[in-house]
């Protein structure tokens, strides 16, 4: 029998697959989500002349900038990317008047599945707000599924280690 691929689930031999995920945010799961836009984060490269050698550099890290997240889903009745996105809009367009900003920004829980339905992966993404809505897709007579998406703009995320790995059954013979 092979080793073991993984230190904290040592049944394991493959990495979780993409299709099994949940987003929460207000302390409830969101409707619908059928894709959700990959975390990254860039550091910036902060390069300077070496002091004691004139054609060489020394290379540090700079700013930190987190790319924006998607998030899509079939168009449903359910009002939650509707009502947040109109927050945004809201306060950007109602000039003079006082807009109440209370859920303006955001935390999101977006949490992977193993096969067995077990939370196996989450992530908290911190700040966010919606800086792009679509809410009708382009409608062209076809039998697509209409997808209305929202566009995330945060201040970064961490993942949410669990304290233990899944118990996931034995590994196949």
């Known amino acids: 029998m092979p080793a073991p ?10 990495p979780y697959k993409t299709f099994k995920f949940r987003v929460k945010w207000d302390g409830q799961y969101v409707a619908g989500i059928s894709k ?3 975390l990254t984060r860039t550091t910036q490269l902060v390069s300077r002349p ?3 050698d004139p054609v060489s550099s020394h290379k540090a890290s700079g700013q930190t900038d987190y790319a924006p997240i998607t998030l899509e889903r079939g168009v449903t009745y359910d009002p ?3 009502q947040w996105a109109e927050k945004v809009w809201m306060y950007s367009n109602t000039a003079g008047q006082e807009v109440a900003i209370k859920d303006f920004r955001k935390e999101i829980i977006i949490e992977l599945y193993n096969e067995a339905g077990q939370k196996a992966v989450a992530y908290a993404v911190y700040r966010c707000w919606v800086s792009e809505f679509t809410a009708m897709p382009e409608l062209d007579g076809g039998n697509a599924v ?3 998406s929202i566009t995330l703009q945060h201040e970064g995320w961490e993942r949410e280690d669990p304290e233990a790995a899944p118990a ?5 013979t």
């Open 5 to 14: 691929e993984f230190t904290m689930n040592t049944h394991r031999y493959d």
């Open 36 to 38: 959700v836009g990959g």
């Open 50 to 52: 070496a002091v004691d």
């Open 80 to 82: 939650n990317f509707v």
């Open 146 to 148: 209409a997808i209305q």
């Open 168 to 172: 996931e059954g034995t590994p196949p």
